[in-house]
């Protein structure tokens, strides 16, 4: 009874999917800088790497992320093989309003580097665009469906500010390509569904989230971004903590980038990654690592391929829990502007 109850979630959350991507996918789009840039693609920084699970547990909480993704781009026109990497060393904190809503931020700095085969190398670094969240439960089972069944949904709304800078030049005094820009220069908006359910010590752990943004100042936008994920994590119960191992399946969407001209033809694209990870939860602090493994992309029309992604992190929880700890929460769309804009 208990898992034909998680196969009827399963089924209703999957259409309820396909709602959200239709919806999504009708949005604006948006894009790049300047037109001499049209054909010089390279993989993308900005997209994100799964987030461990956070309890939520009436506390507020602080803290620091470092992430790492790797793209691989062949030759484009006159363009020359090239390997792409970005580094995120993020400071986030969540402020548990009530016992429904909690807000989150995320002042991420980022170092972006390109590299080709005659060992040239373009770079970047500085603070990126900080973002904004609000998340509130929109359901919790006080009562058991079946004997230990619980879920969870939450729905969540968010901001990502122009912060970054978007016209870092290389030595040469022309200016990088966008995606190695650590800012966007461009508002984004971002909207989710959470759906958490749990078996005793088993859940599945399912989201819904998008993006879209205006143009930034140079006339560039970037395609609008759809992700859904989904993991399986197991809770172990320790004294003074809790051990919880996960494993997951990810898919990304996003769509054409454009410029003032019009579209870009090398942009958007597709992405399936296999995610697993491991949080310990020890007196008020909580530990996470996670490692992604692309198990499929179709990305710039196929001149982008991505590589692992992984991170580590740490948060530390502020105040007092209450008696009542709620399944599993996660924090908002820190990293919502998708990877797979080229």
């Known amino acids: 009874m208990a898992f034909a109850s998680i196969g009827i979630y399963w089924i209703l959350t999957l259409v309820n999917m396909q709602q959200w991507h239709s919806l999504l996918l009708a949005l604006a789009m948006f894009a790049f800088p300047y037109s001499t840039f049209g054909c010089d693609i390279c993989g993308c920084g900005s997209g994100s790497n799964p987030l461990g699970l956070l309890p939520l547990m009436q506390r507020h909480s602080l803290g620091m992320r470092y992430s790492s993704q790797v793209y691989y781009t062949t030759p484009h026109g006159s363009g020359?093989?090239?390997?792409?990497?970005?580094?995120?060393?993020?400071?986030?904190?969540?402020?548990?309003?009530?016992?429904r809503t909690q807000f989150f931020a995320s002042i991420p700095y980022k170092w972006n580097n390109r590299y080709f085969e005659d060992q040239s190398r373009q770079h970047a670094q500085a603070l990126s665009d900080v973002s904004w969240s609000m998340q509130y439960q929109l359901f919790d089972s006080a009562r058991p469906l079946a004997t230990g069944l619980q879920h969870q949904l939450l729905g969540s709304i968010g901001m990502k500010l122009p912060t970054g800078p978007f016209d870092?030049?290389?030595n040469e005094g022309r200016l990088l390509n966008f995606n190695l820009q650590p800012g966007?220069?461009?508002?984004?908006?971002?909207?989710?569904?959470?759906?958490?359910?749990?078996?005793?010590?088993?859940?599945?752990?399912?989201?819904?989230?998008?993006a879209f943004s205006n143009r930034n100042p140079n006339g560039y936008q970037k395609g609008s971004s759809f992700q859904y994920g989904c993991r399986l994590f197991y809770q172990k119960k320790c004294r003074n903590g809790a051990l919880?191992?996960?494993?997951?399946?990810?898919?990304?969407?996003?769509?054409?980038?454009?410029?003032?001209?019009?579209s870009i033809s090398e942009s958007g694209g597709r992405l399936a990654l296999l995610n697993?990870?491991?949080?310990?939860?020890?007196k008020q602090w909580m530990l996470?690592?996670?490692?992604?493994?692309?198990?499929?992309?179709?990305l710039a029309r196929g001149y982008v391929a991505a590589?692992?992604?992984?991170?580590?992190?740490?948060?530390?929880?502020i105040g007092k829990k209450t008696k009542k700890t709620p399944t599993i929460s996660i924090p908002g769309p820190t990293d919502?502007?998708?990877?797979?804009?080229?």
């Open 307 to 317: 590589g692992p992604r992984w991170s580590i992190s740490t948060t530390y929880f």
């Open 184 to 210: 966007s220069g461009s508002y984004w908006m971002t909207a989710g569904i959470i759906h958490a359910l749990t078996y005793q010590s088993w859940g599945i752990l399912q989201s819904v989230e998008g």
């Open 276 to 282: 697993s990870g491991v949080d310990v939860l020890w």
């Open 80 to 99: 020359r093989t090239s390997n792409e990497a970005f580094q995120t060393l993020e400071l986030s904190g969540r402020y548990q309003l009530n016992r």
């Open 244 to 262: 919880l191992p996960q494993l997951g399946l990810q898919w990304e969407r996003s769509g054409v980038d454009k410029e003032l001209s019009g």
């Open 336 to 342: 919502w502007v998708q990877p797979i804009t080229i």
């Open 288 to 298: 996470g690592f996670q490692f992604s493994l692309p198990i499929r992309d179709h």
């Open 168 to 170: 870092v030049e290389d």
